[in-house]
């Protein structure tokens, strides 16, 4: 399913579990917002907006601040490289698939 959250000015949205980590989300780049049936916070809206239909054009202020915060595990290689546990698993696979790849090629001489 599809929604959208309008955020007025001085708002704060937390995304987490499911929301963060599987769905997509992001900021359009335009000068007004819109709202639409999908637009899930429409009762919530206050001051001018409070009982907006869909259909409605609020336009944005100059200036939006996004600010995104990780919880992440942090791992410092021997030259202070920080590596996340992602990337760890990855470099780990790329590992395997490259011994793999030499394995085969002695097999094949």
């Known amino acids: 399913p599809s929604t959208s959250v309008l955020c007025q000015p001085n708002s704060l949205l937390v995304f987490r579990s499911d929301a963060y980590e599987t769905h997509w989300h992001g900021i359009e ?9 999908h637009t899930g916070n429409t009762a919530a809206l206050s ?5 907006a ?6 336009p944005r202020g100059e200036r939006r601040v996004s600010l995104t915060v990780r919880r992440v595990l942090k791992i410092k290689d021997a030259e202070d490289r ?3 546990e992602d ?6 696979r790329k590992d395997k698939w490259w011994l793999a790849s030499r394995c085969e090629e002695g097999l094949s001489r």
Do not use: K, P, R
């Open 82 to 84: 920080i590596f996340t």
């Open 47 to 51: 001051g001018s907006l409070q009982g």
């Open 29 to 37: 780049s335009v000068h007004e917002d819109v709202l639409a049936a």
């Open 53 to 58: 239909n869909a259909g409605a054009a609020v």
């Open 87 to 92: 990337a760890m698993a990855e470099g780990q």
